[in-house]
């Protein structure tokens, strides 16, 4: 183990070096080493979305083949990887087809809630952990591993397998769809002459509300919230239900992209041979992922407007370039500025929230800046004789 962690998640490579000194951790890539002695096995592969927007079961499946054929005692294998509803019946009917002794074991749904950039923080401290089993022995292998969390009282729910499958699902299109709704209040502000912001202040102070996930701009993006409203979508029309609230937030996300461009051509006119500055690329701050990032719409929009882009971001720019290679990056957000006619900020990176605005007046070919997280303030910019635009705050001095 060399403790090189392949992607960035803050803390993990000294949280992962210290386990395996310590020997509570280890690697391998046979399935057989890995299984042998554990009491319960869990399948954290990915599922990813489909052509069509289901998630694809195929890893899943093929892991659970494997395990069949090695299962020599009882184990309880549990999908942490997140599935739809009915999976898990799947695949015990799949791991139990290869079983060569008839020997016993339990299936258990244990989905996560970790959120990229801040996981440490949310697997030590959740809000809640959902095991979804269907025997007293698998619930209680699975509370004992567990254990430890009971001290912070963190509270658990047990359930039926079917159940803990559709919590996952449920919770990550509520967020979503949470999303997509200040971002309809945010567009109806600007229409409106309100501001967003201290709508979302003060719907967020109901403790019924709450305040988190409330932050409108460019809308939810990631390896999960835009693959699971998909997935919800897919397991209720085979269910012969529907979920049109879910269908309405993946529209309106699929809107914001265009519209932070009409916001960018109100600012500086036609965009052709416009040089644009992009900050930001990573879905969201504190990750290097561009899965579902809004920076690859905006960047296919702005190319297709004939915009010169230069782009940074303090992690994403290797995974960027896999995919757009020719691209102007930089290597720092001000060298992305210089001589712009425009910048966009794009994710809200802490970097990014304290520019020198004195600098970049001198430095940009033209003032303008389109804030699409909502970090600046219009008349700290305006001080320094710039046009901007946000999302969900009326434009009282109106540039257009
Ligand atoms: C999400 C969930 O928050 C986790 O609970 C869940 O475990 C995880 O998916 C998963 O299924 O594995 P994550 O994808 O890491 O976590 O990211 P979020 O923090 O949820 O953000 C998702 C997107 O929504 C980002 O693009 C973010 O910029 C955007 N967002 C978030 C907003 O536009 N507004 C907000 O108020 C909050």
Redesign the pocket.
């Known amino acids: 183990v060399k403790g090189v962690i392949p992607f960035y998640e803050p803390g993990l490579d000294r949280l992962v070096l210290k386990n395996v000194e310590e020997k509570r951790l280890s690697f391998t890539t046979s399935l057989a080493e890995g299984m042998k002695d554990a009491d319960v096995v869990f399948i954290a592969v990915q599922t990813p979305m489909s052509e069509s927007g289901e998630a694809d079961l195929k890893y899943v499946m093929k892991v659970g083949e494997e395990i069949g054929e090695l299962l020599d005692d009882y184990k309880v294998i549990v999908t942490k990887s997140?599935v739809p509803v009915g999976t898990n019946a799947e695949l015990k009917k799949v791991i139990g087809a290869k079983l060569k002794n008839g020997v016993a074991f339990d299936m258990a749904s244990n989905p996560?809630?970790?959120?990229?950039?801040s996981s440490i923080e949310d697997f030590m401290r959740p809000d809640r952990v959902v095991i979804g089993v269907d025997s007293e022995r698998a619930e209680e292998l699975m509370r004992e591993i567990y254990r430890p969390l009971y001290l912070s009282d963190t509270p658990m729910v047990r359930t039926g397998i079917e159940t803990a499958e559709l919590v996952k699902y449920a919770s990550?299109s509520f967020?979503a769809v949470k999303?997509s709704f200040i971002n309809e209040i945010a567009k109806l502000a600007e229409a409106v002459g309100a501001d967003v912001f201290d709508v979302a202040k003060a719907m967020g102070l109901d403790k019924r509300i709450g305040s988190k996930?409330?932050?409108p701009?460019l809308?939810?993006?990631?390896?999960?919230?835009p693959k699971?409203t998909n997935a919800i979508v897919h397991i209720a029309q085979e269910a012969g239900s529907d979920m049109s609230i879910v269908r309405s937030a993946i529209q309106v996300n699929r809107d914001i992209p265009q519209r932070a461009v009409a916001k960018a051509e109100r600012l500086v006119g036609d965009l052709a041979g416009r040089k644009v500055a992009l900050l930001g690329l990573a879905?969201?701050p504190n990750t290097d992922d561009i899965r579902s990032a809004a920076s690859l719409e905006l960047v296919k929009l702005l190319e297709a407007r004939g915009c010169k882009l230069a782009v940074h971001d303090p992690a994403a720019m290797e995974n960027f370039k896999l995919l757009h290679p020719d691209l102007n990056y930089c290597q720092s957000p001000y060298e992305a500025c210089e001589g712009a006619d425009l910048t966009i900020l794009v994710t809200e990176w802490n970097q990014y929230r304290q520019l020198d605005f004195n600098w970049l007046s001198g430095a940009m070919a033209g003032k303008a800046f389109l804030d699409c997280r909502n970090v600046y303030d219009r008349p700290h910019l305006e001080k320094f004789g710039f046009k901007y635009d946000c999302f969900g705050r009326a434009d009282h001095s109106s540039p257009a």
């Open positions: 997140t996560e809630f970790l959120r990229e950039g990550n967020l999303i996930f409330l932050h701009g809308g939810f993006g990631g390896s999960c919230l699971d879905f969201k």
